[in-house]
């Protein structure tokens, strides 16, 4: 049974800074793509960065400067860094992996292609 723990939401003052992080637990290996998604109330789920096992990287635009993913494939652990936090930035914060990837080996946004999901944790900026 694979479970994906988030850890790390919190409320800050806009211009703050938070550590997200993701445990993968149940299952053996690493998954090629570990990603972060957010949704704000009312708002659909959006894809904020993917690290490859591999190691290519991408981001939304939205994130870019802002806010760092990296991964931990001994550890199975995903990590997300955001720094310059504005309101924008509020929503639940989802982990998400799977084996689906790109040609150029990239990891997709997109939500639907992802397997394995987190319960989400709460990001509140204001």
């Known amino acids: 049974h694979v479970q994906l723990v988030e850890s790390g939401g919190d409320s800050v003052q806009a211009g703050g800074s938070l550590r997200l992080s993701c445990a993968i637990v149940?299952?053996?290996?690493?998954?090629?793509?570990m990603s972060w998604f957010r949704q704000a109330p009312g708002k659909e789920r959006e894809g904020v960065a993917s690290v490859a096992r591999t190691g290519e990287i991408s981001y939304a635009d939205s994130v870019k400067g802002r806010m760092t993913v990296s991964r931990d494939n001994a550890k199975n652990t995903l990590i997300l860094a955001m720094d310059g936090l504005n309101p924008e930035d509020t929503g639940v914060y989802y982990c998400a992996a799977g084996n689906l990837y790109q040609r150029d080996f990239h990891c997709s946004l997109a939500a639907a292609v992802y397997t394995f999901w987190g319960q989400g944790t709460q990001v509140t900026v204001s």
């Open positions: 149940g299952y053996t290996g690493n998954l090629y793509c």
